[in-house]
């Protein structure tokens, strides 16, 4: 059964961190990301790794406050997060792609995924 299962949001204060798990089974993925939808918006991929060419993607908005990790032995990937904005706030969804070929670039900025898990609500606010 394909699952990906996302896990660690909540309430933060500005400034603060989170974590994010997304715990991936029942398939092999060449691509994997975090995508963030905020009320009354679109959904906006945060950031994306290609497995087989190690490369990541960050959205500028998070770059240097966002980091994306793998653990291979648990099929989890992190999301965590610093410096956290009000502007931060949203359901985060992480998603995979089972095929190659398309840049992590694309994929995050296209929404480009062949499996979705269900979200995690991350609200940062005083």
């Known amino acids: 059964q394909v699952q990906l299962v996302e896990s660690g949001g909540g309430l933060v204060q500005p400034g603060g961190s989170l974590r994010l798990s997304c715990a991936a089974s029942g398939f092999t993925y060449y691509a994997i990301g975090w995508f963030r939808q905020a009320p009354g918006k679109e959904r906006e991929g945060v950031s994306c790794?290609?497995?087989?060419?190690?490369?990541?993607y960050y959205a500028g908005s998070v770059k240097g406050r966002f980091t994306i990790s793998r653990d291979n032995a648990k099929n989890t990937v992190y999301l965590q997060m610093n410096s956290l904005k009000p502007e931060d706030t949203g359901v985060y969804y992480c998603?995979?792609?089972?095929?190659?070929?398309?840049?992590?670039?694309?994929?995050?900025?296209?929404?480009?995924?062949?499996?979705w898990g269900q979200g995690t609500q991350v609200t940062v606010s005083s």
């Open positions: 790794f290609s497995v087989r060419a190690a490369t990541t």
């Open positions: 998603a995979a792609k089972t095929s190659g070929g398309t840049p992590v670039q694309s994929m995050c900025t296209m929404n480009v995924a062949d499996f």
